[in-house]
């Protein structure tokens, strides 16, 4: 079964971090780029940050450039989301997903496939 399963959510204060895990079971992640998206309540899903599949090309939101940092591991099949100088805007649940999109779209939403299930992030103090 293909499985997306995100980690490391929860309450941070302003100006804190953390730090997102994307891991897949049942295929591996190397032939695929991972999108990190992000829901906040009453808001649509948007991006946030996508990485390729070779980890060469990343595309950052304007909103979170120089604060956040994907990478991927494909030994360990995970895909990682540091996010630092947290901002109470950065409240959402966040969503990996892997596709298959061309580099020019690589954070297009609707290019990927497979979704996890989501984890809270809660920025408040």
């Known amino acids: 079964q293909l499985q997306l399963v995100e980690s490391g959510g929860g309450l941070v204060q302003p100006g804190g971090s953390l730090r997102l895990s994307c891991a897949a079971s049942?295929?591996?992640?190397?032939?695929?780029?991972i999108g990190w998206f992000r829901q906040a309540p009453g808001k649509e899903r948007e991006g946030v940050s996508c990485?390729?599949?070779?980890?060469?090309?990343?595309n950052y939101a304007d909103s979170v450039k120089g604060r956040f940092t994907i990478s991927r591991d494909n030994a360990k099949n995970t895909v990682y989301l540091q996010m630092n100088s947290l901002k109470p805007e950065d409240t959402a649940v966040y969503y990996c997903a892997a596709g298959q999109p061309a580099v020019q779209a690589m954070c297009v939403m609707g290019l990927y496939d497979y979704w996890g299930q989501g984890t809270q992030v809660t920025v408040s103090s």
């Open positions: 049942g295929f591996t992640l190397d032939y695929y780029a």
């Open positions: 990485i390729s599949s070779s980890g060469g090309s990343t």
